[in-house]
Each structure stands twice: as C-alpha cells, then as structure tokens.
C-alpha cells in the first residue's frame, strides 16, 4: 500500500460522568482521530489515547499533533508499505512518541486487513470468537457509591472489577468491599502512586484475595517493583513501565510481575502489542488489555488485539455506552452478559459515523 492522503481531526467527547484516578479527573475527552487513504482508495481509521495534559505518559493531545504533523505522517505518505509491521521500523529513527505512533500506525492495519479481506483480529492471528470484559471503576466521593456502582456493574454480567486506590484511599476501600462482595473477582490500579516505603501497606492487600494489583511504583520502574513482587502475594501487574518488548523482556527477567497490562497506545501500535503478547506467552505471564477512555475506533483496536490467545483476562474494554453519550462507530461496541463479540468482517469492524463525527470536530488537516 502507499498512503496518498492523510486526515486528522480533533475531537471533543463529553463523558456521561467523570473518570477519577489519583492523577486528575476526565470529564470530556479530547482525541485525534486519523483517516488514512491509500493509493486504490481504502480508507482506515486510527485514534489516539493521550490526554490533553501529561498525567499518563509524558505525551499530549498536542505533541500527537505535532508528532504527526511533522514527523510520522512525512516519513509514511506516498512511502510503500508491505506490511504493518514495517511501520515501527520506518518509526525507528523517532524516540519514543508511543502514542503518535500507534495512532497512525493502527490505521495502516485497518487498511492492510482490508486489502487482504480480513477482520483485523484475523489479521493480528486472533482465535477468539468473543472476548470477556471487565469495568474500571473511578475514584468515588464515598465507598457506599463505589460499592453501589459495583454491583451496578456486576449485575450488568461484567467479569470483573478494578477501582483505582491512592494513599489514604486504599485498605480501608477494599476492606469494605469485601466485607459487602466476598467473592468478587477485583483487582486494584494506584496508577504510581505509592513507593518502597508502602511496602507493609501494601503487603496488608494480600489478605483480600485480588487478582493483582496494577503499577503500585513508579511509571519507569521494573527494579523497585521487582523487590515489592517478592514481597508480596498478590500478583503485580505492570502498566506504565512497559513501553516495549524490550521492557517487558527485562521485567519478565528481573520478576518485576506476574501480570502485564497492554496497551496499544502506550506501547506504540499493534506490531509491538503482538510482539509483547507472545514474549508473555511464552514465558507464561498472562497479560489483559487496558483502556484509555477510547471512542469508538480505539475501542475497536482493542477488541481486535484481545482475541489473541494469551489475553486470557478481561479487559477494560467496557461497551460504548458506559462512556458515551453516542459513540463514533456504527454499531456501538455492545457488551452481553460480559462478552463482547468479535467482528468477523474485514477491517476493524465497525463503520466511522461520519455525522456524529463532524458534530463532535473541532478543527480538520489534511495532508496530502
């Protein structure tokens, strides 16, 4: 393939309730999305996951921009393109910028699954038919109306739950959760916000049956997470500290985790999602896709990645409508009884709703 034209358009979604993590508040999220055609006039769509200030990653809703603007879409226009997987390597001379990368990136697949009539999964070597699902669960005003939620959630069929905790939020939240849902199947995210020094509050965690608890150290770290693994029970998933197959090589063998969280965006597009996936498979470190606060098309991606085979716990894929007023895809993303089905048509699956589209954009460039 070779991409003659390329659109980016920045988008402003308001969220049916705001998302709280010990790193801010989403109430609307901002995001770019990128059209891209090829020369026999094929379009796909990508997304981007970073937010409109560096609370994640150290990426933006404008260094995408400008990353793409200035960078990424130069070196791909009107370059002929095998196969995705060459588009890390034509990435290579661009440090880090995940996030760009994998927005523009994602786009070249669904085009590719296109023009080799296959769904995106099939493309990927998904085997799954449907994936399951759980729910990620903000930082509430009050445990009753986190616990509420829960079993909103729960009743819904969802497979899991994960809440996000922070310091002086955190034991006494899971305390009263188990207390209420002893068999619940949770997890807890504190999104880096605890040190070496929490180690016997965290250790408190191993009496409440988690399944794992997500990045509890530092967003670059595998050596203190490796020391807090050993001292734990609980399973540590790793999020943030996982930019790459290469860190995922190093704390797989440091025994920095049990778990590993993949993000498309975080770690700079599907050929790289893939290659950690198997690097896991093979050392059995079970891994899960966690979300973004995607719309549509990167919510799409997601469900595509997930039906690879090692992804052999729920996700944060939740259905559109559990974030959206009305979502950028036709048919929305649906979950049932905690699964969401696989698209078996070519591409990602799901049709770009160019009007809710347009209602939703803030400003458009086209390159060519």
């Known amino acids: 393939m070779k991409l003659e034209e390329i659109t980016l358009r920045h988008l402003k979604m308001p969220m049916k309730a705001p998302f709280t993590t010990s790193f801010g508040t989403v109430a609307e999220k901002e995001l770019l999305l990128i ?13 981007t996951v970073a937010f409109v200030a560096p609370w994640y990653t150290e990426e933006t809703l404008q260094t995408t921009w400008h990353m793409l603007k200035d960078f990424l879409i130069p070196i791909l226009l009107h370059t002929e393109i095998r196969h995705p997987d060459e588009v890390s390597a034509l990435f290579a001379s661009i440090r880090r910028n995940c996030m760009a990368k994998a927005s523009i990136e994602g786009a070249v697949w669904d085009i590719y699954a296109q023009q080799t009539k296959q769904s995106l ?4 070597g998904g085997q799954k038919q449907r994936i399951e699902v759980g729910i990620s669960v903000g930082i509430q005003s009050s445990t009753a109306k986190l616990i509420e939620l829960i079993k909103e959630h729960m009743n819904s069929g969802y497979k899991r739950v994960k809440i996000k905790i922070k310091p002086g939020y955190d034991i006494e939240v899971v305390r009263a959760i188990r207390a209420e849902l002893p068999d619940l199947p949770l997890m807890i995210d504190a999104n880096s916000a605890y040190t070496l020094n929490d180690i016997n509050l965290l ?5 409440y049956r988690l399944l794992m608890i997500e990045q509890p150290l530092a967003t670059d770290d595998i050596v203190d997470h490796a020391i807090l693994q050993r001292s734990l029970q609980t399973p540590v998933c790793l999020d943030e500290s996982i930019t790459s197959v290469e860190d995922a090589r190093k704390a797989i063998e440091l025994g920095s985790c049990g778990v590993i969280n993949i993000k498309i965006g975080r770690v700079g597009g599907l050929t790289e ?3 950690i996936h198997d690097l896991c498979q093979k050392n059995n470190i079970p891994v899960w896709c966690g979300g973004m606060l995607e719309a549509g098309i990167g919510r799409a991606h997601n469900i595509a990645l997930t039906s690879l085979s090692n992804f052999v716990l729920p996700g944060d894929t939740a259905g559109s409508s559990h974030y959206w007023y009305e979502d950028i895809i036709t048919p ?8 969401i089905h696989v698209p078996q048509s070519v591409g990602i699956g799901y049709t770009p709703n160019q009007a809710i589209i347009n209602k939703l954009t803030m400003s458009t460039e086209v390159y060519r």
């Open 273 to 275: 999602a893939k290659r």
């Open 203 to 207: 250790q408190q965690l191993d009496d």
């Open 35 to 47: 059209e891209a055609k090829d020369a026999s006039g094929v379009t796909g769509w990508g997304e």
């Open 121 to 124: 999964a099939q493309a990927l």
């Open 332 to 339: 929305e993303v649906k979950v049932i009884d905690g699964y």
